[in-house]
């Protein structure tokens, strides 16, 4: 199996002026290629606080994440598409603020919408797209 992404004994505390919460008690996830994982739990047991873990917008207490050298993409349940833009300019956005928008990143940006489904779909807004489809683009 290709290990692709491994969780090692991540420890989460949350530090507040009243008191320090353990958000994550010593966890660990190895992630195959080909995986489909579902963390799933009661509300405030800390599957939010690991996803922002593995995305770099929180830092674990103790621990360490191994990517493998690979990106991570993180898809939250409300897409943050931006209505006057058509689909190919959402997706165009943040490579055109990185000044990243060459013609080899512009036609990869082409070939992954034709992949995944959204060819006759580049130039529509996202309010024509489903709820699927938007998850798709985002
Ligand atoms: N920024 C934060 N500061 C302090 N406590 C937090 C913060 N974010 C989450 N928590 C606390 O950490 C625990 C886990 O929260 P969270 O990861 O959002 O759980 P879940 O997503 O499983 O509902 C909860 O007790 C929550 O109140
Ligand atoms: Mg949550």
């Given at each position: 199996?290709?290990?692709?992404?491994?969780?090692?004994?991540?420890?989460?505390?949350?530090?507040?002026?009243?008191?320090e919460i353990?958000?994550?008690?010593?966890?660990?996830?190895?992630?195959?290629?080909?995986?489909?994982?579902?963390?799933?739990?009661?509300?405030?047991?800390?599957?939010?606080?690991?996803?922002?873990?593995?995305?770099?917008q929180e830092?674990?207490?103790?621990?360490?994440?191994?990517?493998?050298?690979?990106?991570?993409?993180?898809?939250?349940?409300?897409?943050?598409?931006?209505?006057?833009?058509?689909?190919?300019?959402?997706?165009?956005?943040?490579?055109?603020?990185?000044?990243?928008?060459?013609?080899?990143?512009?036609?990869?940006?082409?070939?992954?919408?034709?992949?995944?489904?959204?060819?006759?779909?580049?130039?529509?807004?996202?309010?024509?797209?489903?709820?699927?489809?938007?998850?798709?683009?985002?």
């Amino acid at each position: 199996m290709n290990n692709i992404l491994s969780i090692n004994n991540i420890t989460k505390i949350y530090h507040t002026p009243k008191e320090e919460i353990m958000a994550i008690d010593n966890i660990s996830i190895n992630v195959n290629d080909g995986d489909f994982i579902a963390i799933v739990g009661p509300s405030g047991c800390g599957k939010s606080t690991l996803l922002s873990i593995l995305n770099g917008q929180e830092t674990a207490t103790s621990g360490e994440v191994d990517y493998h050298h690979k990106t991570i993409g993180y898809m939250l349940q409300e897409d943050a598409l931006f209505d006057w833009l058509t689909v190919l300019d959402n997706c165009l956005l943040g490579l055109k603020i990185k000044k990243q928008l060459t013609d080899d990143n512009k036609n990869y940006v082409t070939y992954l919408l034709n992949k995944y489904g959204l060819k006759d779909f580049i130039n529509s807004y996202p309010r024509n797209l489903s709820g699927g489809m938007r998850q798709r683009v985002g």
